[in-house]
């Protein structure tokens, strides 16, 4: 869970840094990793990485609720955590999907 999230503020805060906005996650809700190269990864690998972090966190909510719902040893808390990571992961991709289409649309709109 802090794997994904992590990786989505790392990747909206690059993100925020080449559209200029400035903004980047709420850092009492997410922790920005620290660079760990000397030349950042590019952002397509981050987003790739990012979205196989929030599939793998909703496959794991999906089988929390599945195991709540047939009985399968599975505490309603546990689901309900599964569920609420999976649901943190998921805003954070679109928060960071949305500002990429905001300055792709940014892009398209400046006059040469």
Known sequence: MVDA??????????WSALAGSGGASSPALFSLAPAQ???????ADLMSDA??????????????????M???????????IATQKADAAFEMAL?????AVQAYQSVIGMQF
């Open 5 to 14: 999230l992590s990786t989505l503020a790392t990747a909206s805060a690059n």
């Open 37 to 43: 190269a000397a030349t950042p990864a590019p952002f």
């Open 51 to 68: 979205v196989g972090q929030v599939d793998q966190l909703q496959t794991q909510a999906s089988q929390a609720v599945t195991g709540l």
């Open 70 to 80: 047939t009985g399968g040893g599975v505490d309603v808390h546990q689901a309900m």
């Open 95 to 99: 928060a960071v999907r949305n500002k």
